[in-house]
């Protein structure tokens, strides 16, 4: 019986590694599919949105139906949702970077003020892709969700960013994974715990139930 029950143990992890190697290669594929600059979006919220799937246990789905339905169906709003993503991004690079370079107190207050500003939206973009993949919500909407998400669970953008951190060690430590299965890994840690803060978001909103109207969106077609 113990000897069944490692066998079991062996199988399982082997198995959830063969999915996270398989959805990193659709990953990459459909990524080069989109000519890279638009299909690495689109790509990155259908990996999201399966692993979604995986965590809440939709654990036999067919994996290529499933991610390609997701790519394309998101294809235009996940490439608007990056783009707006990545120049707000450099916009508020550009303006950290400008006060660093002027001297005298006043610069120094904007630098600090522009340096917590723009960790601010480096936790929220944590929540991007899980609030992109679980709610169908409008583009502004999904940024001041993924936002209220930052401010009301600060534990779980900790421990976001300490995944992070053992990720960057780990690839480092082990190059040769990041081919395999490094970012699929990635994605589905971070839904995890995203995953753990919209359920307990859910306890206190109308969101859960399905047939009323929810308060911010409404659930994705796909589960």
Not at 22 to 32: G, R
Not at 62 to 77: E, G, M, R, S, V
């Amino acid at each position: 019986m113990a000897d069944k029950g490692i066998i079991g143990g062996i199988y399982t992890v082997m198995e959830w590694i063969s999915r996270l190697v398989y959805l990193q290669f659709l990953w990459a594929i459909f990524t080069v599919i989109g000519l890279i600059g638009f299909g690495f979006f689109p790509a990155t919220f259908a990996m999201f949105a399966v692993t979604r799937k995986w965590v809440r246990g939709q654990t036999d789905i067919a994996l290529f139906p499933a991610f390609k339905q997701l790519y394309k169906k998101d294809f235009y709003k996940a490439n608007v949702v990056g783009g707006i993503s990545v120049a707000v991004g450099f916009i508020l690079y550009f303006y950290l970077r400008f006060f660093q370079a002027q001297s005298g107190t006043a610069s120094m207050v904007f630098f600090l003020l522009m340096f917590a500003i723009c960790l601010l939206y480096l936790m929220t973009l944590f929540f991007i892709a899980p609030v992109f993949t679980h709610y169908d919500l409008k583009v502004i909407q999904l940024f001041k969700v993924s936002f209220m998400m930052t401010i009301s669970y600060p534990f779980h953008v900790i421990s976001m960013t300490f995944i992070l951190f053992c990720f960057a060690l780990l690839m480092e430590a082990i190059p040769g994974l990041l081919p395999f299965f490094s970012f699929s890994y990635l994605a589905f840690a971070l839904m995890w715990i995203a995953n753990l803060a919209i359920e307990d978001k859910e306890c206190h909103t109308m969101m859960t139930v399905r047939s009323n109207k929810p308060v911010k969106g409404r659930y994705r077609a796909l589960g």
